[in-house]
């Protein structure tokens, strides 16, 4: 998930886009990892657990954006990850021709245009 911290203030759930959604998506994926593989995953930690242990890293996290990722580790229990996000993803950062031109499917259609070209004959008629 991706958050844009902008305020020293301790970080709400209102805050983080989707929050609900990647907490039922990750409850989701560990009850079917607890039935696929009976006995080896822990029991769930609640959704309050997951959102605390989320906040603790947000609050820890200076200003800027940020890409969030929680894992959830069948014995151990859950890790938060906070980390840089790339430039061009939110309001913050200002993209350039430089960012547009570096994204995979935007070099994949110059490349697809490049290829056509060359087959193309200029010349008279």
Do not use: C
């Amino acid at each position: 998930m991706r958050f844009t911290r902008t305020t020293t203030e301790p970080v709400h759930k209102d805050a983080v886009p989707l929050l609900d959604a990647h907490i039922a998506r990750l409850r989701e994926a560990h009850a079917r990892f607890s039935e696929i593989y009976p006995g080896q995953w822990a029991t769930w930690p609640g959704d309050d657990t997951v959102w605390e242990t989320i906040r603790k890293e947000l609050d820890a996290a200076k200003n800027g954006d940020w890409r969030i990722r929680v894992v959830l580790h069948p014995k151990t229990g859950i890790e938060v990850q906070a980390v840089a996000a790339p430039l061009g993803l939110s309001g913050l950062q200002k993209r350039t021709r430089a960012d547009l031109r570096s994204v995979p499917f935007r070099a994949g259609i110059e490349q697809a245009g490049k290829e056509a070209a060359s087959h193309l004959r200029f010349g008279a008629i």
